[in-house]
């Protein structure tokens, strides 16, 4: 019988020989408006079992999920997971500190977090540099290892919960919807309305150009 995706996940990290496996990964790195959302979780792998590993079966990147099954896996993660750490990234802050600079802070931090200490630290694609626990880079992470497809569902969970408050406060953007990122919708509202505070100003986009011209 072949592995579930959440199968296949999880012995990627159990291969790793380790307990305690922490993966960390965001959401809304590419968005015209919004924070960015940084995840931390950590997986203890010598009490994994029985009925706390059976409803992370399913688990999967973020990407590749619905959202009413991203919202299922978002309760299993904080079932099953030992802690889970997240970072809220403000647009002011990604549009002073820089997009690259703001995730990278993220990653560390909610990795420095978790406790107990992970003895496996992965992160999806992105090197944190020497203020960072040992960690290791996985290119495509959120396909591969449990721990870092756990934080990415933490973290897009998140993220579509704050932009849903926030479409409730900036009505005509319609942020429920296309959660900040580039759509037609969203840069025609950008074009009628102008930017919101929201919006990330150091973002090069499109709509925002046409604004200034018009």
Do not use: W
């Amino acid at each position: 019988m072949p592995l579930s995706t959440g199968q296949r996940l999880l012995r990627h990290d159990r291969r790793l020989g380790a307990r305690f496996v922490a993966g960390a990964d965001e959401a809304g790195r590419g968005s015209l408006a919004g924070p960015l959302v940084v995840a931390g979780v950590l997986l203890d792998y010598g009490a994994l079992r029985g009925h706390r590993v059976r409803p992370l079966a399913l688990l999967n990147d973020s990407k590749q999920v619905d959202p009413e099954e991203r919202e299922r896996l978002f309760h299993a993660v904080l079932t099953a997971a030992s802690a889970v750490t997240v970072r809220v990234i403000s647009s002011t802050e990604i549009d002073g500190r820089g997009l690259h600079r703001s995730n990278l802070r993220g990653l560390r931090e909610v990795l420095t977090e978790l406790h107990p200490p992970a003895e496996a630290c992965l992160v999806d694609g992105f090197r944190l540099g020497s203020l960072a626990p040992p960690h290791t880079a996985v290119v495509d992470g959120d396909t591969k290892s449990a721990a870092i497809a756990a934080a990415s569902i933490v973290a897009k969970v998140t993220r579509d919960r704050l932009m849903r408050r926030l479409d409730a406060l900036y009505p005509r953007y319609g942020f429920s919807s296309h959660v900040g990122y580039i759509t037609p919708e969203h840069t025609r509202a950008v074009l009628t309305h102008g930017p919101c505070p929201q919006h990330r100003r150091s973002f090069q986009a499109r709509a925002y150009l046409e604004t200034v011209a018009a």
